[in-house]
């Protein structure tokens, strides 16, 4: 059945003494039980009753049990926050000594998790050009590598790798592909096909429908084990990051309708990127849709006919991007991505403002670079919006 059907129709676990059309909203951090043996099978695993809404909520449930029957997942667990989803596979996966096969081009707390909070406690990394597989291939020859993680379209850099061959070497060592999948959402492509073992994917942006929450999902396809049993039985009672009902639910709702957003998101941005090419103020324009991208066969090859809905795009220096910036009426300045609005930010001077230069240098962040995501509106709206701020 298509992504949206399941989406829209999946039932709610449970028959609902009222009929309700929408998924009920279990605001309650305990359950009561009718027994004290019925409250022990539920505590020990035994029963799936919920016990406690730390770790299991009937509201989370539902959204989870929609996001597996899509991706056909063997466990889907939704997070907090899309960091806390990251979070709990690599403290699922990840150990004293273990090293973690990364590279420099990753969403800036993502990378500051690895190499910084992780190895203090222990878990090294190793950064890769996942452009190059035979540094892959190298990188995780020895032993005691816990995984492999990238992203599948790296942002701002939008480099893409080439994940049917990571995930080849991957199998050949035994070592779990972890993909964030943020860029392309799961109703788009199927990341199992691909070989990936674990999808993390930041569900506050496309999947809510306008940013109204923050969320995080583990998409587990069940090749290892550790997966489920430390996330289940362990992470999500002692690191506490599960989602809330609240979240749960509008984000159930935003899934109804991700699909639809998301193609015309993604189309706008593909008509966009094609004019801004035209402006003689804009030096670069960067997108995957576009023929003459490096990674247009690859991205292709990957997740079929769709894009994305992120459009950078170059001018002369940073004084310019800032001007530009300040010129915008009707898109946004702000962070986030595949919001509803469309969102332009500058990122050497915001997210990545912290690091140093050379460090943005190491991780092609650059001071002309202007990232756009682009949102419902109408799309010449939008296009005369950026033109009027970048012509002098
Ligand atoms: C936003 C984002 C994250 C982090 O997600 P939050 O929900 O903000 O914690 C991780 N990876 C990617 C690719 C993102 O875009």
């Known amino acids: 059945m298509n992504g949206s ?16 059309l929408s998924m009920p909203v279990y605001h309650t951090a305990a359950y009561e039980f009718a027994s004290a043996s019925e409250m022990a099978a539920a505590f020990t695993g035994k029963s799936s009753a919920p016990s406690y809404s730390r770790v299991t909520n009937p509201t989370v449930t539902y959204f989870e049990n929609k996001v597996k029957a899509i991706t056909g997942a063997t466990n889907v667990f939704a997070f907090n926050s899309g960091m806390a989803a990251i979070s709990n596979i690599l403290f699922a996966l990840g150990g004293n000594g273990k090293t973690i096969i990364t590279s420099p081009h990753l969403f800036g707390n993502t990378f500051a998790l690895i190499t910084g909070t992780l190895a203090r406690f222990g878990i090294k990394n190793k950064l890769v050009d996942f452009t190059d597989i035979d540094s892959v291939r190298e990188a995780t020859a020895d032993k005691g590598n ?7 379209i790296t942002n701002p850099q939008q480099e893409v790798a080439d994940l049917r061959a990571i995930a080849e070497i991957a199998h050949e060592r035994h070592i779990p592909l972890v993909a964030d999948t943020t860029m392309i959402p799961f109703t788009e492509f199927s990341a199992k096909d691909l070989g990936v073992d674990v999808e993390v994917v930041s569900s506050t942006k496309i999947i809510t429908g306008g940013a109204t929450s923050l969320g995080g999902l583990v998409i587990d396809y069940g090749r290892y084990r550790q997966v489920e049993p430390r996330i289940r039985s362990e992470l999500l009672y002692n690191l506490g990051a599960y989602m809330t009902p609240h979240a749960a639910y509008m984000q159930s709702l935003g899934l109804e309708t991700l699909s639809a957003r998301y193609g015309v998101q993604a189309d ?7 004019k801004l090419k035209t402006l003689p103020s804009i030096k670069k324009v960067t997108y995957l849709g576009l023929e003459d991208n490096p990674n247009y066969q690859l991205a292709r090859s990957l997740f079929g006919k769709t894009s994305g809905a992120l459009i950078t795009f170059d001018l002369d220096d940073e004084d310019a991007c800032f001007r530009a910036i300040d010129r915008l009426k009707v898109v946004r300045r702000a962070t986030n991505i595949y919001d509803n609005k469309s969102l332009a930010i500058h990122p050497y001077s915001t997210i990545f403002g912290n690091f140093s230069p050379e460090q943005k240098a190491s991780m092609d962040v650059l001071p002309t670079t202007i990232r756009l995501s682009v949102g419902l509106e109408d799309v010449d709206d939008v296009f005369e919006d950026v033109k009027q701020a970048v012509e002098d």
Not at 146 to 152: S, V
Request: glycine content about 4%; some cysteine; proline content about 7%.
């Open 268 to 274: 706008h941005a593909l008509q966009l990127a094609r």
């Open 5 to 20: 059907t399941i989406a829209i129709n999946h039932p709610f676990t449970e028959h609902d003494p009222y009929g309700s």
């Open 146 to 152: 816990c995984c492999i993680f990238l992203e599948i």
